[in-house]
């Protein structure tokens, strides 16, 4: 069974645009994760932000983190058509290197 | 192109059939992992191995047996397949768990078609 809810499930936006998805989960975490997954093949690691973070930055990424609300948000500034790919949060689960991924959000951006 | 690789990239075969899925990495890492991934859905833990021993099988069908012959090879072997368990298969492998969870490194999968 999956933990996190993501949203929206797809997103089109015009190349330069912001894209921001979200992400809920249900139990308490030390880290989360999100992965981008373009069509057909492996899912590649984007960033990882733990709980005692608020917000992380990596190129035209930032993540942040409210442990509050129990969810996170994935922001890609200025979208180029290389972006198009399905996203997904990653939150722990049981022991050992296990994770729960999100339902995903898809994006497009059209050139 | 990933470090970690994944043989054959296709796979079509029929419900009678043994097949094998290969993964190779040479990172060091010490975890391993089986996805299975339907269309439009997250992946799906199948198996872990720690240090060259299954410690995760999320209940698994038997049809479907892991092997792990050393630190960068995984294998899963495939017999007696349903056209249901048609899917993009994907190994991963990362450090062994600790405190924080290291990343994982996916392979591009296997698209494995049961007819």
């Known amino acids: 069974s999956q933990q996190g809810e993501e949203d929206p499930q797809a997103l089109s936006i015009q190349e330069g645009e912001n894209a921001t998805m979200n992400c809920s989960y249900k139990?308490?975490?030390?880290?989360l994760q999100w992965y981008r997954q373009n069509s057909g093949r492996g899912l590649v690691h984007l960033i990882l932000?733990?709980?005692?973070?608020r917000e992380k930055h990596s190129g035209r990424l930032r993540v942040t983190l409210d442990t509050s609300k129990k969810s996170s948000s994935l922001l890609i500034t200025a979208s180029r058509a290389a972006d198009t790919a399905s996203y997904f949060c990653?939150?722990?689960?049981?022991?050992?290197?296990?994770?729960?991924f999100g339902t995903g959000t898809s994006l497009t951006v059209i050139p | 192109d990933t470090e970690v690789t994944q043989t054959p990239k296709h796979l079509v075969m029929g419900m009678t059939n043994k097949k094998s899925l290969k993964c190779e990495q040479h990172?060091?890492?010490?975890?391993m992992y089986w996805y299975k991934q339907k269309a439009k859905k997250p992946p799906e833990l199948m198996f872990v191995?720690?240090?060259?021993?299954?410690?995760i099988n999320e209940s698994v069908p038997s049809r479907f047996s892991p092997e792990c012959p050393n630190s960068s090879l995984l294998n899963l072997h495939l017999h007696a397949l349903q056209p249901e368990d048609s899917a993009l298969y994907l190994c991963?492998?990362?450090?062994?768990?600790?405190?924080?969870?290291?990343?994982?490194?996916f392979g591009n999968g296997t698209r494995l078609t049961v007819t």
């Open positions: 191995y720690s240090y060259e021993k299954l410690s």
């Open positions: 990653a939150t722990p689960r049981g022991t050992g290197n296990q994770f729960y």
């Open positions: 991963a492998s990362s450090l062994p768990g600790r405190a924080y969870n290291s990343p994982l490194h």
């Open positions: 139990t308490s975490i030390n880290n």
């Open positions: 932000i733990r709980s005692n973070e």
């Open positions: 990172m060091g890492h010490r975890a």
